[in-house]
C-alpha cells in the first residue's frame, strides 16, 4: 500500500526527503511536525526549507463537517479523502480532562451487522495508516492533548490488520503523539484468527469485542460474521488474548428493546461470561436505519446490568453521548447523503 506522509515512520521519511536532495534529518523534523504537532500543512512546516515544503504534500483530505454537541463535549469530524470517500471520526472529552478520540479503519463495512448504519452500506476500501491517524491528529491540540484512542469508527479494524496495527505505531511512536499502548482500545466483530494475531503481536493495547448477543442463533441474525466465527470461538480467542495480555476484554453489548434484552438472555450472558477476566459495556441503540430496532428503555437496560452483575458478571451502561450530533458510527455520513451532498 502506497502511503501518505502521516503514514510513514521517521526513517521512511528520511529515505524519502533523501531522494528529494535533502539531508535525511529534515524527515525526522517531518514526523515531529506532523505527529508530535499535529501540523497536515507543509507549508507550516516553517524550519524546513521552502524548497522541500513546496514539494510536500501532508494530507489530501480535506474537512467537510464538524459539528460540536451541545455540552461541548463531543465532537465529530466528517473527512472526504482523495478518492472522495467520507469517514467520520469523533472526539470525547470528559471533565476529568481525558480526550478520547475514536477513529475508522475502513470507508464504510463490509461486516454488515444489521443495527450499524455504516454496515448497511457496504464495503468501500480500507484506510491507510496516515488516513486513521490524521482523524486523531486533525483533534490534537496544545491546551487539550490525546489521551486515548478507539478503534471503534466505520469498519473492521481487524479486517485492515497491517494499516490498523502500523497506526497504532505511529501512535505510540515516541517522536510522536507517543500515545501509551494501554490507552488505544480496538474493537472487534470477532474475527477469530486476527484477534489470535494480535495476541502474538506483544502489544498491551485493550480488546472490545462486539457480542450483542450470548447464543449463536441470536448473533448470527445480528451480526452475519457469526455463521464464519461462532461465539465459542471468538470467546476463546478473546481469553487467549486476556492471558497472552494480562488485559481484560470489553464485550459490547447494543441492547435493542425486545430483541436482546429480556432477562433469560441476561442469565445466559452470565453463564457464557461467568469468571473470566472481562467487563461488559452495555451501550443504548443509536438511531438506525431499520425501523424494527429501539433502543431498550432504561429499566430494561438497568435490570440487564443488574442481572449481569448479580451473576458476577462486571457490566457498566455506556452514557450515549453526542446524540445531537449524529455521534454514533455512520450517522453523520448518513446524513450528508440525504442532504443529497454524495453518493455512498
Ligand atoms: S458495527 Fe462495526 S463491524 Fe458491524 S457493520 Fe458496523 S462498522 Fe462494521
Not at 2 to 16: A, D, I, M, R
Not at 71 to 86: A, I, M, V, W
Not at 278 to 288: A, K, M, S
Request: net charge neutral; charged share 25%; with cysteine.
Amino acid at each position: 500500500m502506497n502511503h501518505s506522509l502521516p503514514g510513514l515512520f521517521p526513517e521512511e521519511l528520511e529515505t524519502l526527503v533523501a531522494s528529494l536532495g535533502e539531508p535525511a534529518y529534515r524527515g525526522r523534523q517531518v514526523f515531529e511536525w506532523i505527529h508530535r504537532h499535529g501540523v497536515l500543512t507543509p507549508q507550516d512546516m516553517t524550519n524546513l526549507p521552502r524548497g522541500l515544503r513546496d514539494r510536500l504534500i501532508a494530507s489530501n483530505s480535506e474537512e467537510v463537517r464538524r459539528l460540536v454537541s451541545v455540552d461541548g463535549l463531543t465532537s465529530k469530524l466528517l473527512l472526504r479523502l482523495h478518492d472522495g470517500q467520507e469517514i467520520e471520526a469523533v472526539q470525547m472529552n470528559t471533565e476529568t480532562g481525558r480526550k478520547t478520540i475514536c477513529v475508522s479503519t475502513q470507508a464504510g463495512c463490509a461486516i454488515g451487522c444489521v443495527f450499524c448504519v455504516t454496515g448497511q452500506f457496504g464495503f468501500a476500501r480500507n484506510l491507510e495508516a496516515g488516513e486513521v491517524v490524521e482523524q486523531v491528529l486533525r483533534f490534537a491540540t496544545v491546551e487539550r492533548p490525546v489521551t486515548n484512542v478507539v478503534f471503534m469508527g466505520m469498519g473492521e479494524p481487524l479486517a485492515n490488520y497491517d494499516e490498523a496495527l502500523r497506526a497504532i505505531r505511529l501512535l505510540t511512536h515516541p517522536l510522536g503523539l507517543h500515545l501509551g499502548a494501554r490507552r488505544i482500545t480496538l474493537s472487534t466483530s470477532g474475527l477469530v484468527p486476527q484477534m489470535r494475531q494480535l495476541a502474538a503481536e506483544g502489544f498491551q493495547i485493550g480488546l472490545a469485542v462486539s457480542l450483542h448477543a450470548p447464543n449463536d442463533d441470536l448473533r448470527s441474525r445480528l451480526m452475519p460474521i457469526n455463521k464464519r466465527w461462532p461465539i465459542a470461538e471468538v470467546i476463546a480467542a478473546a481469553d487467549h488474548y486476556a492471558e497472552r495480555t494480562g488485559r481484560r476484554v470489553s464485550y459490547e453489548y447494543t441492547l435493542m428493546a425486545g430483541v436482546n434484552d429480556s432477562s433469560e438472555l441476561a442469565s445466559e450472558l452470565v453463564e457464557l461470561l461467568h469468571g473470566r477476566l472481562c467487563h461488559v459495556n452495555l451501550i443504548p441503540l443509536n438511531p438506525t436505519q431499520d425501523p424494527s430496532l429501539h433502543a431498550s428503555s432504561a429499566d430494561r437496560a438497568l435490570t440487564f446490568e443488574r442481572r449481569l452483575r448479580e451473576g458476577g458478571v462486571p457490566a457498566t451502561i455506556r452514557v450515549n453521548r453526542g446524540r445531537d450530533i449524529l455521534a454514533a458510527c455512520g450517522q453523520l455520513r448518513l446524513a450528508e447523503k440525504k442532504r443529497g451532498r454524495m453518493a455512498v
